[in-house]
């Protein structure tokens, strides 16, 4: 199966996460069971792409889940569709999901995560971090994008 990173994005990769990681952090994809009726839509695609971001650090995991074969980890991650990656430090998840394929903006937003999660740092200003910290309820913020 032909790569779907070049081989110029592949060393700029792995050399950001050289730089970029400190701590292991864990992908967990959910996909479709190929034996079941229905087609998934990008399911192939999203865990061909994970698994070669995986290959690019040893502080990265990946554990691949079908749906719905692995229904009591469907159930306890709440997962609503399938591509979902969900991202993880130390076992916890993050809240971070991506649902679809993480390609276009979304691929470098993915890389970004990681690397965030990872050091347990973000880029956000001191004052955002300030304003994020006096919500006191829970929050789900969902971004949708198309591809263009």
């Known amino acids: ?33 190929s034996s079941q009726p229905g087609e998934c839509m990008y399911c192939s695609e999203t865990q061909q792409i994970v698994e070669e971001i995986s290959e690019l650090s040893d502080k990265i995991s990946l554990d691949i889940h079908k749906v719905p074969t692995d229904a009591g980890l469907v159930k306890q991650y709440d997962v609503e569709r399938v591509p979902a990656l969900i991202l993880e430090k130390e076992s916890v998840d993050s809240g971070v999901r991506f649902y679809g394929i993480p390609s276009g903006y979304e691929f470098g937003t993915l890389i970004e995560d990681i690397a965030d999660l990872s050091t347990g740092k973000t880029k956000l200003t001191e004052e955002l971090l300030q304003q994020v910290e006096q919500v006191q309820k829970d929050v789900t913020i969902k971004v949708f994008v198309t591809p263009t």
């Open 1 to 33: 199966m032909a790569k779907l990173l070049s081989e110029k994005d592949t060393v700029a990769i792995k050399d950001f996460f050289g730089q970029n990681l400190v701590n292991p952090i864990t992908m967990r994809l959910f996909v479709q069971d």
